[in-house]
């Protein structure tokens, strides 16, 4: 049989080992965050206005609608936290966004096709996701510093909370390609894009649970997104912070992501059924 | 044959079956074929033949339920990385990043290739000359026309020289020259020694590109062979005749050198269509004809048949000719 010879890439032998696949796995998923790098910068204005919105609901929240029910103290202070969980929280809509553009325009389906590391089409979504998330925070951080805004926490407070934060983007990422996975279609995501807000806002990021009526503080302090802004505040040293939260801010997380990374990577191989 | 390629023996695919395997839509039905080195082989059907899932099976994209399916000697459940590492794939719709550019695009695929920054850099830059990309490289895909944006989709495609091409329905939803862009591209690709498979749902487009085509129809093939013993079988070329006067068109029908029963008279049209087994000698015969019995026409055509004539013919219960001529026709019986 007379072979005909491609045009082979020097890894192909290698890359039939386990050596070799392991470091196809980590070049693919830095090929394919460095794609979304790219991609930002084709399109600065839609990163800048991503990044401004946020702004815009802390200046609005702050300012415009004005103090917070049942908070005593500093608003801007009691604010500046929950607005940080809730910028982690959208990023939710982002993650469905992007992985459902792709599933629709075959973009997926052509790296399926090819011999890469398969699970860096979403470690990669991970890694670029995680990033723009950190950089949020870094913006709106700024910003309330601007505004006057102080952490008394100290640095390990500082960086704890920071960290719970991009732990709370981390479970919001996954259930996002999960959600994506299941819906497929990009018209499908507007549906659950909606649900966000409300999902959002029935937490303790703008007001005090004490001052909404019983049933309504119930779901609200039980909002993950909640235990992690009052998490946050704690760590802050800000008004609302209370000593104990850190727990179910790291648990909250860990538990979502229990369930929905191992249903995001099954969805994902079971693309193939 | 000697020097398959793809071997697909009896493969079965449902969709949404119930966890027993009843129900559900049988995409594929105990479908056969053979492609042999360095063809280009055309998998004709109409929507919902099992075309795409053919295409996506093949391509490692989805498995079967039953049967063996090969490509370049490799299982493609098995060994689906080997398989990966042979094949590319032009799906139903271009699959790039609209955001980027062109040269982005191929950059990208040709890293997740494993070539490397460089090679991948300089085999963009070849991609993006031979498909006459050079200078729009830079332009994100999203403002690329439809037949820029398959080019750069084929491009991306061939960035290892694979050993088979898959085209799933290439030139569906393109304008007529976007579709002579592409198969100009596809033509180039022949001769390298690739071994192309394509999906249409046009006849025209697997007489103009392929060596041998299959026609598939519910999930099973029920026809294959060259597009000369295709045609053969259903019925070749025709003619079509538009006359000025409607009230000719029995007079005309009395003409033409075919069994009466062959030929289609469509009164609202003035139109009557009849097949031809020698195109030009046809022509000349009708056209003196009409004009020795003194029958104005407005318009005389060739044409292919077209797909419907063709599957009428192919699935037609009491066609016997189709088998005959074609030799591997598997239990057609239109639904």
Known sequence: MTTHAPLTHPTAARSQTGHGRTAHALTDSWTMTRRELSRWRRQPVAVVVGLVFPVMLLLMFGYLVG????????????????????????????????????????????????PMANGAVLVGRSAADMLQSALGLAVLLAVAAALGWRADGGPAGFLGAVGLLLLFRFAM??????????????????????????????SNAFAAPESMPDWLGTVVQWNPMSQTATAVRDLFGSPGGEPGHVWAAVAWPLALLAVFFPLAVRRFARLSR | MADAVITVEDARKTYGATR?????????????????????????GPNGAGKTTLVRILATLLRPDAGRVEVA???????????????????????????????????????????????????????????????????????????????????????????????????????????????????????????????TQYLEEADQLADRISVVDAGRVIADGTADELKAATGGDRIDVVLRDAGQLGAAVALLPVPKDEITVDTDRRLLSAPVADR???????????EEAGIRAEDIALRRPTLDEAFLRLTGPDDDRAEELVGRTRGGGSA
Not at chain 1, 173 to 194: D, M, N, R, S, Y
């Open chain 2, 20 to 44: 027993g395997g009843r129900g559900g839509k049988h995409a594929l039905d105990g479908l056969d074929l053979t492609v042999g080195r360095g063809t280009v082989h055309a998998v004709l």
């Open chain 1, 173 to 202: 990422l996954w259930i996002g390609i999960h959600l994506a996975l299941v819906a497929g279609k990009p018209e499908l995501v507007q549906a659950v894009q909606i649900l966000v807000w409300p999902v959002g806002f029935l």
């Open chain 1, 67 to 114: 103090g917070g029910r049942g908070v005593s103290g500093d608003y801007l202070g009691y604010l500046v936290p929950g607005m940080l969980a809730l910028t982690m929280a959208f990023g939710l809509e982002g993650t469905m966004v992007a992985v459902t553009q792709d599933l629709d325009k075959g973009v997926v389906d052509r790296f399926r096709s090819m």
């Open chain 2, 73 to 199: 000697g490799h299982d493609v459940v098995r060994e689906a990385y080997a398989v990966r590492l042979r094949i590319g794939l032009l799906g139903q719709h271009a699959a790039l990043d609209e955001q980027l550019g062109g040269r982005q695009n191929l950059e990208l695929f040709g890293r997740l290739y494993h070539l490397g920054a460089r090679r991948a850099r300089t085999r963009a830059d070849e991609l993006l000359a031979r498909f006459g990309l050079a200078d729009t490289g830079r332009k994100a895909v999203g403002q690329y026309s439809g037949g820029m944006r398959r080019r750069l989709d084929l491009a991306a495609s061939l960035i290892t020289e694979p050993e088979v091409l898959f085209l799933d329905e290439p030139t569906t939803g393109l304008d007529p020259r976007g579709r002579a862009e592409v198969w100009d591209s596809v033509r180039s690709l022949v001769g390298g020694g690739t071994t192309v498979l394509l999906t």
């Open chain 2, 280 to 290: 030009m000698t046809a022509l000349a015969g009708v056209v003196r004809a009409l």
